[in-house]
């Protein structure tokens, strides 16, 4: 697939288990490169070195060490253990001999076993007609948001110290047609602004310490067309210091759950934001919290503004 995601993200054997690859501009969040960026990256790495397509990713877990520049980058992948059934493996990304992001994966054949599903999609308004961003209530929004088409239906404004649940997702996907996969699902299960940002009422960056990502239907499961934008719905329900946990769950459009998240993130307040309110004091007194859910009934949508 020749997309901006799919040559940003491209990696190159240089020796067994050695990879190269080049951390492109345009992708920064904060204080650095976007974490889900980094972690299709490895995934791409990953998979190049299980190199068996029988063989999907089923979990991964990043550790960010440190952010790193744009520019080139070495990705070490080891296999720790290759079963009949399993690859165990771990990544080591480094940066001018300095480690950025260490992974640990497994890559499983399919299973035979009773299925359940408890994780039914939330009743939000569809996409918009258009393949394009909803127009965001903040200026100054991440850079890296500029490759992603985001379209919110639940959450509330962020530094309003509204009380409102901790709470925010949409729908998600690439300006581009491509096909969902995993390496999508990395990035976009990290892609919304941190649910904790409604909690607080100064403005703050949220580096990611760890994210861990379950794959669990490729896209060919459901029957909606394969390009289609992804839901997505995550939630923050302690912050403490200055540590908060976040959970998402991405949905196709059909309601088949693609991929479950979980990441520990911190808050780190700055004198320079990331987003620079540009009505924050309209939306406090008009609606006190500040608070959007669009539902399927609901006419029009509101937008918040995405972050990490």
């Given amino acids: ?42 995934l791409r790495a990953l998979i190049e070195a299980v190199d068996d397509s029988s063989r999907t990713p089923r979990s991964l877990t990043i550790h960010y060490a440190s952010a790193p520049e744009a520019g080139p980058v070495e990705i070490r992948v080891t296999v720790e253990r290759e079963g009949r059934s399993l690859t165990t493996l771990s990544a080591r990304m480094e940066q001018n001999g300095r480690v950025t992001a260490l992974a640990l994966a497994a890559f499983s054949v399919p299973w035979e076993a009773p299925g359940a599903n408890e994780l039914p999609m939330p009743e939000l308004a569809p996409p918009d007609a ?20 985001m379209q919110p239906r639940v959450g509330a404004v962020p530094f309003a110290g509204s ?33 904790s940002f409604i909690a607080l009422d100064t403005p703050a960056v949220s580096p990611t310490i760890d994210l861990t990502i379950h794959f669990r239907q490729p896209i060919s499961d459901s029957t909606c067309d394969p390009a289609a934008l992804c839901l997505g719905v995550f939630e923050t329900r302690l912050l403490h210091d200055g540590l908060f946990e976040e959970d998402g769950v991405v949905w196709a459009a059909d309601g088949t759950v693609l991929a479950q998240s979980r ?46």
């Fill in 1 to 42: 697939m020749d997309t901006v995601f799919d040559r940003d993200t491209a990696v190159s054997r240089i020796d067994d288990g050695l990879f190269a690859a080049t951390i492109a501009p345009g992708w920064r969040a904060g204080r650095g490169p976007h974490g889900g960026y980094l972690a299709a990256m490895l």
């Fill in 130 to 149: 258009e393949r394009r961003s909803t127009p965001k209530l903040f200026k100054g929004a991440p850079e890296f948001t500029r490759r992603l088409v």
């Fill in 163 to 195: 009380g409102a649940p901790m709470r925010i997702g949409g729908w998600i996907g690439f300006p581009e047609r491509r096909p969902v996969d995993a390496l999508a699902l990395a990035l976009f299960c990290d892609a919304w602004f941190p649910p």
């Fill in 263 to 308: 990441q520990l993130g911190v808050i780190m307040p700055t004198d320079k934001p990331v987003l620079q309110p540009a009505s924050l004091v309209a939306e406090r007194s008009a609606d006190g919290a500040g608070q959007i859910e669009t539902r399927r009934s609901d006419a029009a949508s509101t937008s918040i503004p995405p972050s990490r």
